[in-house]
């Protein structure tokens, strides 16, 4: 190991938050209430991987059938790498969103600093962008979201989560 190793995004974060999927279906729902007013949308565009849970709780309650994704890999676990678009939008739901994104919702789970939601704006610059939970850094991003959270909280999603035991929370106690 290196002599000063470097920390990892969520080392530095500090705060935990982490969220149920009870919790994460009743946040998902809040949001779909307050797009359903700024739509109608043609198309939902999931940023993947974690725009992909909440864009299938979104498109369930907004009836939208169609469904694209832009894939972008930011963090290696943790630790933020290279931003990578894997994959773009399809030519199909281009052509839905008149070229500039008009009439189509971009997905995500969360904005941090907002650097992957900056390459999907620059993709569709006219498209409804909304996530779940919002950093102050990202936040200017995003037309829609539920709560935000602040700079230095790492949030745990669901998908990365498991049962495990907790010690009580009083030294000694047991
Ligand atoms: O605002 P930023 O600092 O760019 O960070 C936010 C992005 O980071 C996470 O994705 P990640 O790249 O880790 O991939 P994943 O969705 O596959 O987990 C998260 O799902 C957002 O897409
Ligand atoms: O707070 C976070 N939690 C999970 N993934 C993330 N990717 C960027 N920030 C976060
Ligand atoms: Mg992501």
Redesign the pocket.
Known sequence: MADHPELSAEERAGKAFPVSWDQFHRDCRALTWRLNSAGPFHAIIA?????LVPAAIVARELGVRVIDTVC????EHNK?GE?QVLKGLSADALKLGGGDGKGLLII??????????RIVRDMLPKAHFATVYAKPM?RPLVDTYITEVSQDTWIFFPWDLGLSFQPPMREGAG
């Open positions: 940023i993947t991987r974690g725009g972008i890999a930011s963090y933020r931003l995500d789970d969360l904005v941090d600093t907002g650097k992957t939601a990202g």
